[in-house]
């Protein structure tokens, strides 16, 4: 089993910046593929971001690309995404995701364990 807990959500203006955190515990959480998806109000859950164990393979979302980097710190167990140039269409609760091994995949049926989800509003 792999626990996973979102935090760094928040409100923020268009423009401006946040870092999501996923921190992660359980077996051998280092050896997941880590992702982000996101849920907005009255929409379908989108992948948004995933990167493999090691980091060498990501993958992002178009509507997200240039503008969010995912990275993960494997010695302490953690994913974040972080987030630039934030326009409203972001606002959404997003989630974290974790698959055992080293496929890179947007699918959410991939992803065995989520996250309770970190609310991020942006104010236009």
């Known amino acids: 089993q792999v626990q996973l807990v979102e935090s760094g959500g928040g409100l923020v203006q268009a423009g401006g910046s946040l870092r999501l955190s996923c921190a992660a515990s359980?077996?051998?959480?280092?050896?997941?593929?880590m992702g982000w998806f996101r849920q907005a109000p009255g929409k379908a859950r989108e992948f948004v971001a995933a990167?493999?164990?090691?980091?060498?393979?990501?993958d992002y979302a178009d509507s997200v690309k240039g503008r969010f980097t995912i990275s993960r710190d494997n010695a302490k167990n953690t994913v974040y995404l972080q987030m630039n140039s934030l326009k409203p269409e972001d606002t959404a609760v997003y989630y974290c995701?974790?698959?055992?091994?080293?496929?890179?995949?947007?699918?959410?049926?991939?992803?065995?364990?989520w996250g309770q989800g970190t609310q991020v509003t942006v104010s236009s």
């Open positions: 990167i493999s164990p090691g980091g060498t393979s990501i």
């Open positions: 995701a974790a698959r055992p091994g080293l496929g890179v995949w947007a699918e959410m049926v991939r992803y065995d364990y």
């Open positions: 359980g077996r051998t959480s280092s050896t997941y593929t």
